[in-house]
């Protein structure tokens, strides 16, 4: 890599994209940025984001050009990093993720179930055809995705494709924060383990002590998604599990509840996002803005910027940091397969991630529930990437949130006809 930087944002007519620019302003001394590529399919949004991404730009002082463009190739030509963040089928795709489920009985979520599934079943064949592309554009650029759901999608892309590649998330960082903001423990060494969207924290070291049974104790819990209507884990629960789950164990640990919450809700998460959308971009128009509003927090996405962007600092500058990342476990958890992609932390610098290895990781619990959620993680990829029917009911059979076969083959049928302009592998 030579001093003249080339990012791509794919996926860049997304209302996240201020957090990123936020993020690569923040680091602009770090990151000698020569060439910002917004690529989206969706010209209409990426005008109206990518206006304002040109003024907080101009507003920062930096000379960079960018380019706004619905050519994925003249994206990723020449481009040392690749942030994906997409979302195929958009919006409206993810509102029938979350209210087809329903009638069967079923969770219907973004990432988790069945409509994770499906999520999963469209996103994994449009990353591979970004990864084939990065082979021929820009063979040594690296990937990095937060398209969801981001561990099954490093599971995909590492597995099938030669490139380089980690998989991102906030929650890790956002449980850090606040866990550590309520131990006053700024410093504190946490380890987190897990699969993404599944996963625990389990020991807080500060100054050679462990901190994690005094948090136990006290019943802890780590600060919860926007996106997830939380209602929290209970003390009993906490210790019964010896560990600090995050804030979407509850769609595991509280099936039935989560289930009747959903089924109440006037709206499901994606009409909200929809609405949020709308009031966004009406407010990115705004010639005069050239800051990422305040309303863009109350989606998901909090401190993605300071996630993704720091970790791009990391490898460019070679600055060995520790990151949670999604990638091959390559031995790092003993009870894992070297091929599984895990969400665990790893030293970050120019030749990419070194996952930190826990030999003597003994949670029993955890251990049996993400090798549980591997499973149906590892049938996922084999139906999506072959287009395997008898793989994907095996998936679901797995899947905590599912279990039953007669609804979900029900469901995976309503789902497949409802989604099929964006399922090219059960043609």
């Known amino acids: 890599m030579d001093n003249a930087l080339k990012i791509a944002i794919i996926g860049a007519g997304s209302t996240y994209t201020p957090e990123l620019m936020e993020g690569i302003i923040k680091r602009k ?34 000379n960079c050009r960018i380019v ?7 994206a990723l030509r020449g481009a040392d990093f690749v942030l994906g963040q997409i979302r195929v089928g958009k919006l409206p795709a993810r509102v029938l993720d979350e209210q087809i489920p329903l009638k069967y009985g079923m969770i219907g979520q973004e990432t988790c179930g069945i409509g994770g599934f499906f999520k999963a079943m469209r996103t994994i064949p449009v990353m591979l055809d970004i990864a084939k592309r990065m082979e021929e554009l820009c063979p040594d650029a690296w990937l990095i995705n937060f398209s969801n759901p981001a561990g099954i999608l490093t599971e995909a892309i590492l597995n099938h494709t030669p490139i380089k590649m980690l998989g991102l998330c906030n929650v890790p960082y956002n449980m850090f924060k606040s866990i550590c903001e309520t131990l006053s423990l700024p ?25 994690l049974q005094h948090a136990l104790e006290q019943g802890l819990n ?60 009406d407010i990115y128009t705004d010639a005069q803005l050239h800051v990422k509003p305040e309303l863009l927090a109350t989606r ?29 476990n390559h031995g790092a958890l003993p009870f894992m397969e070297d091929h599984d992609a895990v969400e665990i932390a790893a ?27 591997k499973a149906y993680e590892r049938e996922t990829v084999a139906a999506a990437v072959h287009g395997d029917e008898a793989a994907a009911m095996r998936a679901l059979l797995m899947n905590p949130l599912v279990g039953d076969y007669h609804a979900a083959h029900a469901c995976f049928q309503e789902l497949k006809e409802a989604h099929r302009a964006y399922l090219p592998q059960f043609a």
């Not at 380890?191 to 389990?202: A, D, F, K, Q, R």
């Not at 401190?303 to 600055?319: G, M, Q, R, T, W």
């Not at 030293?347 to 959620?373: C, E, Q, S, W």
Request: some cysteine; glycine content about 6%.
């Open 68 to 74: 706004k463009t619905d050519q994925l190739d003249d």
């Open 29 to 62: 001394d770090a990151l000698p940025l020569q060439e910002l590529a917004l690529m989206d399919i969706d010209q209409e949004k990426l005008a109206v984001v990518g206006g304002l991404c040109e003024r907080m730009v101009e507003a920062a002082g930096m």
């Open 347 to 373: 030293v970050i610098g120019k030749n990419g991630a070194t996952p930190v290895p826990l030999p003597a990781f003994d949670n029993r619990h955890i251990i049996d529930y993400m090798r549980m959620v």
């Open 187 to 211: 410093d504190a060494e946490l380890t987190y383990v897990g699969l993404n969207h599944l996963s625990w924290i389990t020991a807080i070291e500060h100054n050679g002590e462990d901190h």
């Open 300 to 328: 998901g996405g909090a401190n993605y910027s300071e996630v993704a962007i720091s970790l791009v600092d990391a490898i460019f500058n070679d600055k060995q940091e520790r990151h949670v990342v999604n990638l091959l």
């Open 222 to 281: 780590s600060e919860t998604m926007k996106n997830i209507p939380s209602s929290g884990f209970s003390k009993e629960l906490i210790q019964a599990l010896g560990a600090i789950p995050s804030s979407y164990l509850e769609y595991y640990y509280f099936k039935n509840k989560k289930l009747e919450l959903l089924q109440q809700s006037e709206l499901s998460r994606g009409e909200t996002c929809m609405r949020i959308e709308k009031e966004l971009l």
